[in-house]
């Protein structure tokens, strides 16, 4: 398995779980709109990434529909450099 590039703290907000989900693609100028407009702005994407990390069996077959995009909040991105970054996910209100 390839070494993590950084990581993604993400909550689940309906558990209140929050687990740091390790990334393997490159960290660069594109990341944080991956993150917050991309694929990864998905609740699809993120449960994904949220049950990996958790070692929780993944669904039995992929949705016929979108999750929405309000159960998975990423609170931060760690960089191996351990700077931590901030993270505003818009999509919940009061995100700072």
Request: hydrophobic residues 30%.
């Amino acid at each position: 398995m390839s070494q993590p590039t950084y990581h993604v703290r993400i909550k689940d907000t309906v558990t209140g779980v929050v687990r740091e989900c390790p990334q393997t693609t490159p960290w660069d100028s594109s990341t944080i709109f991956w993150w917050q407009e991309g694929s990864y702005s998905c609740d699809c994407n993120r449960e994904l990434e949220f049950l990996r990390t958790g070692d929780e069996p993944l669904p039995a077959q992929e949705n016929d529909f979108c999750l929405g995009h309000c159960r998975y909040r990423v609170e931060s991105i760690r960089l191996l450099s351990g700077e931590v970054l901030p993270f505003d996910d818009f999509r919940f209100e009061g995100a700072k």
